[in-house]
């Protein structure tokens, strides 16, 4: 039983415009939720985070948005540039928790 | 802090043969994890340490694979009698005890083939 879920495996967006990556989940007892962001050749890099307290969270062109009604997150790349595209991975977790669970990733392709 | 290492970058090992990995973490991360990514699909939690006590290992982990963090520093991981279905890129990464909204520091991976 797949927790956390991404069901779009690429995304193919043009520069300047907004990158919308979706993720879902079943565990209502996650608490965080948190993206990376992976380029070829390099482990996952922390991109940002999300409490389930909360229902939005924003670090520059990065927006996280939390549904919790719906179990559903997203994460708004605006505006999207080349060097963004890479492979995002979503993940949850329960506060006080040691592991992450990831979903399979969104392949995401930003075009000049 | 260079970060975290992990060496080797790349195994080549024949079926039936032991290997082990190294990972040194960020050295102010008390938490360490041990992750494995197949193609196409997200890391898969396998372990992970607290200081140099083991808190949970993942019920998917066959008793092959066996993992170490003597003095709470550097970790390795075994995998003993190594087998095709092991090849994977495998992941350590490290963190602060509760400091998840932080989120891990991933190492770059030790790819492993298993001919």
């Known amino acids: 039983d797949q927790q956390v879920k991404q069901n779009s495996p690429s995304l193919s967006v043009q520069e300047g415009r907004i990158s919308i990556l979706n993720c879902d989940y079943t565990?209502?007892?996650?608490?965080?939720f948190l993206w990376y962001k992976k380029y070829p050749a390099e482990g996952p890099t922390f991109l940002i985070s999300i409490s389930s307290i909360k229902d939005k969270n924003e670090d520059g062109r990065f927006t996280v948005f939390l549904n919790k009604s719906a179990k559903h997150l997203s994460l708004h790349i605006v505006p999207s540039q080349p060097g963004d595209s890479a492979v995002y991975f979503c993940?949850?977790?329960?506060?006080?928790?040691?592991?992450?669970?990831f979903g399979d990733g969104t392949t995401l392709t930003v075009k000049p | 802090d260079t970060g975290v290492s992990q060496d080797p970058r790349h195994k080549i090992t024949k079926r039936g043969q032991n290997v082990t990995f190294r990972c040194d973490p960020i050295?102010?991360?008390?938490?360490l994890y041990w992750y494995r990514q197949t193609l196409g699909q997200g890391p898969e939690f396998l372990t992970y340490f607290q200081n140099e006590a083991q808190l949970e290992k993942s019920r998917l982990l066959s008793d092959r694979f066996s993992a170490e963090r003597p003095k709470g520093s550097f970790s390795t991981l075994e995998i003993q009698r190594t087998e095709q279905g092991d090849s994977a890129m495998y992941l350590c990464a490290s963190s602060l005890e509760g400091g998840i909204n932080y989120g891990y520091t991933f190492g770059s991976g030790t790819r492993l083939t298993v001919v």
């Open positions: 050295s102010e991360h008390n938490r």
């Open positions: 565990n209502s007892m996650f608490d965080y």
């Open positions: 993940a949850a977790a329960y506060t006080n928790a040691g592991k992450s669970t």
